[in-house]
């Protein structure tokens, strides 16, 4: 471990780096998705939303193999197979004339994704501890934003001079770059002498650990539920501003401008999380996060939609509220966690994806006219998450008092 703890730039755009290749799997996409819709003779529109839920899936379920396996052989070397089958997995995506089998392909993709990404965040703990780890992934994160500020707009770029498949070919390229880059530059954070010895109890012992913190549960709960509303937004944002506001040219700019907001609110919180604490900031963005939404569902009970300058208004509000958010939960998550990170990460996130995608899947269903149930899905799961932070608040006054 760096006990110096201090910045390193390069360290910070290469985790960045691996965490973006995700994010343009993604968001890339989005303008694409009737495109692919319609290649694919996909008839009901709603089913579009698959292509981005269905790498989630894989995300959640990819980190359950590969981090105890990197526990155990090092960092490195499970990044690299991961990204092998990211590669065969986008293979499988552009050759397809079947919407069945591209599903398979995106949850392949998901699966060899979930290295790069959760690894990105094992290597973290490896180098850092407490609030300044806090910092370092909030800073990471704010690197991570700049991808789906331009994603959009390059995917609508290749859309207007090539295809869809151009967007796959550009992933796999630009996944390359970052993987030479990753083998030449960066070194295993994982000593063998700190690797967990491989046996087929890995995994279940894994679990029996991670089970004993139980505020490694309850920031995972948060964040399954923070990322499910959220993941709501991201597969029928395309649906939203193209469908119902008829804004399919600004669609890029507009989930670029959210983007944004995001990204501003993570570098705020890289500059404030060590002094104030990544509980105290997380635990008021919850607060935030709570108030916009109800505040929504309130005015605009009726389902009709507002102005979209009032809708991107609320939306970057809770974007903002989020920006605090994403960072801090995976760092308490993490934080007790330091002797297992691969397998602590992993089954972070495959717990905080598998209750995600359900949550996007079935709020997603309803966001056919209008806005609001997806405002509804946010007040919902604010307050759930709202609700576990209070519960960690009380069992530590009890504990203090005793």
Request: net charge neutral.
């Amino acid at each position: 471990m760096q006990k110096e703890q201090t910045f390193k730039f390069e360290f910070v755009a290469l985790m960045a780096s691996l965490m973006s290749i995700v994010a343009l799997s993604i968001d890339a996409l989005l303008p694409a998705l009737p495109d692919i819709g319609t290649s694919l003779n996909i008839t009901n529109p709603s089913d579009n939303q698959l292509l981005v839920t269905m790498i989630f899936l894989g995300l959640g379920f990819g980190q359950l193999i590969f981090g105890p396996l990197s526990d155990s052989f090092g960092r490195k070397p499970i990044v690299f197979i991961g990204f092998l089958v990211f590669i065969i997995a986008s293979i499988v995506c552009v050759t397809t004339t079947s919407f069945e089998v591209m599903l398979v392909g995106r949850v392949l993709q998901g699966i060899g994704l979930s290295s790069p990404r959760s690894l990105s965040i094992s290597m973290v703990r490896d180098s850092y501890s407490g609030d300044y780890m806090a910092k370092i992934v909030s800073i990471v994160v704010m690197f991570f934003i700049l991808i789906p500020v331009i994603a959009p707009t390059l995917g609508t770029f290749f859309l207007y001079f090539f295809n869809w498949e151009a967007i796959f070919y550009f992933n796999l390229v630009f996944g390359v770059i970052i993987m030479f880059w990753f083998w030449k530059r960066q070194p295993e954070t994982l000593p063998k002498e700190k690797r967990i010895k491989f046996s087929t109890d890995l995994f279940a012992n894994g679990i029996t650990e991670f089970f004993k913190y139980p505020e490694a549960i309850a920031y995972t709960l948060i964040s399954g539920f923070i990322t499910g509303s959220f993941m709501v937004y991201l597969s029928t944002s395309q649906q939203i501003f193209e469908s119902q506001y008829q804004l399919a040219e600004m669609f890029p700019y507009i989930f670029a401008s959210l983007a944004i907001s995001i990204g501003l609110a993570t570098y705020l919180n890289s500059t404030l999380v060590v002094k104030f604490g990544m509980m105290r900031i997380g635990y008021i963005a919850t607060i935030a996060y709570c108030i916009i939404s109800i505040l929504y569902v309130i005015i605009f009970w009726s389902g009709n939609n507002p102005s979209i300058y009032v809708l991107v208004g609320f939306f970057a509000m809770q974007f903002f509220a989020v920006g605090f958010l994403f960072g801090n939960l995976r760092a308490l998550a993490m934080q007790p966690l330091g002797h297992i990170a691969g397998i602590g990460a992993a089954i972070n996130g495959f717990i905080s994806t598998v209750l995600a995608v359900p949550i996007a899947n079935y709020i997603g269903g309803f966001v056919e006219t209008s806005v609001l149930p997806l405002f509804i899905g946010f007040s919902v799961f604010g307050i759930l998450s709202l609700l576990v932070f209070l519960f960690l608040i009380s069992q530590k006054r009890m504990v203090s008092l005793a």
